[in-house]
Nanobody
Framework: QVQLVESGGGLVQAGASLRLSCAAS????????MGWFRQAPGKEREFVAA????????FYADSVKGRFIISRENARNTMYLHMNSLKPEDTAVYYC????????????????WGQGTQVTVSS
């Protein structure tokens, strides 16, 4: 079992930056493919970004491409989402997810999920 804990959310103005962190409870994190998803009020959960276990492969949603950067530090059992040029439409609860076998942009691929961290972007 792996526990994932997100942090770094908050209230910011449009144009600002935030860095989200996802800390894993076990060293097996280094073999996990990881992803970020988000869910805005009244909307379905959507894919944001994903990174392979070794960091070599990354995917981004079109809506965040060029503004968000996903990264990881396996030595620290931590994944990050660097969010720049934030927009009000980025407001959502952000979740990290992981899986030892599956990698992709669909949430059902990931077995482990965090509790989420709120990001609110004011205009």
């Amino acid at each position: 079992q792996v526990q994932l804990v997100e942090s770094g959310g908050g209230l910011v103005q449009a144009g600002a930056s935030l860095r989200l962190s996802c800390a894993a409870s076990r060293r097996t994190f280094s073999r996990f493919h990881m992803g970020w998803f988000r869910q805005a009020p009244g909307k379905e959960r959507e894919f944001v970004a994903a990174i392979s276990w070794n960091g070599y492969n990354k995917f981004y949603a079109d809506s965040v491409k060029g503004r968000f950067i996903i990264s990881r530090e396996n030595a620290r059992n931590t994944m990050y989402l660097h969010m720049n040029s934030l927009k009000p439409e980025d407001t959502a609860v952000y979740y990290c997810a992981g899986d030892s076998d599956n990698f992709g942009t669909h949430g059902h691929l990931y077995a482990y999920w965090g509790q989420g961290t709120q990001v609110t972007v004011s205009s």
